[in-house]
């Protein structure tokens, strides 16, 4: 499995928010790095399809970023993500499996399998209003999984986590990453550190840093703090 980018730009008015990025990923947490603005939403939902980039391709498996094919390859969690407060988790799930093509019976099942993997099985008949952030988030991942995704996008998942649920959502994102092409966006180190198996930094649309985090560049909070502070 191979998730390809090849000079991959988008350009808003006179700024260059992603700047011929060119990237190889297999199977792996990959954790993106970047202050606020750096271009990470911007180079998420360009993997994704949902942003037509100006030029450079997006590949999985030699199949187009464009495809139906890559589609029913990909599961997206969006960082504005909509949650329906009246639904019940389960419905929610039930409701999203629909959308994306699954029969009542393979929705059913799918939905009793992911929410016992995000531990929202006890919580699967409240309704989402009702659900803690770290919870909306964890069903937010759950709907991504629907379709068995081999590539996983998630821009910012966590956000507004307390420090247990941040534990809790690792796990689930580590064993995920076993099998699985994850990209994980953030600007909170300590998010991604202990479990990406590969950084990426982004500053004003560039890759400035990519691969495993070498013990001999020190300490990755202090290296990344040094790249933004001289601006
Ligand atoms: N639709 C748009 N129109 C104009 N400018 C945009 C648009 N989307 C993004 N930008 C600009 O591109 C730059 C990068 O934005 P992007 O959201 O990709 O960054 P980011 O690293 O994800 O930051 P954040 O963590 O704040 O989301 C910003 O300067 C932003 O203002």
Redesign the pocket.
């Known amino acids: 499995m191979e998730l390809i980018l090849d000079k991959l730009t988008k350009q808003?008015?006179n700024?260059i928010?992603?700047d011929r990025i060119s990237l190889k990923l297999q199977k792996g947490v990959h954790g993106l790095l970047?202050?606020?603005?750096?271009?990470?939403?911007?180079?998420?939902r360009m993997i994704c399809g949902v942003l037509k980039p100006d030029s450079g391709t997006v590949t999985l498996d030699g199949i187009d970023v464009a495809t139906e094919e890559y589609r029913a390859k990909l599961g997206y969690l969006p960082?504005d993500f909509g949650y329906y407060p009246e639904f019940t988790g389960m419905d929610f799930l039930l409701y999203m499996a629909t959308l994306k093509g699954l029969t009542k019976k393979q929705a059913k099942r799918k939905a009793n399998e992911l929410l016992e993997i995000v531990s929202l099985k006890a919580d699967e008949n409240k309704k989402i209003k009702n659900y803690s952030g770290g919870m909306k988030q964890r069903l937010g991942i759950a709907q991504a999984l629907l379709n068995n995704p081999s590539l996983l996008i998630l821009?910012?998942p966590t956000a507004g986590l307390d420090p247990k649920e941040r534990v809790r959502f690792r796990n689930i994102i580590a064993e995920i990453g076993k099998d699985n092409i994850v990209i994980l966006?953030t600007?909170i180190v300590s998010d991604i550190e202990h479990v990406a198996d590969n950084i990426l930094m982004?500053k004003d649309?560039q890759l400035i840093y990519q691969g495993k985090w070498q013990e001999n560049l020190g300490d990755l909070e202090q290296f990344y703090l040094k790249q933004f502070e001289e601006d």
């Open positions: 808003y008015h700024k928010t992603v970047g202050a606020n603005g750096a271009g990470k939403t911007t180079l998420m960082q821009d910012e966006s600007h982004m649309g």
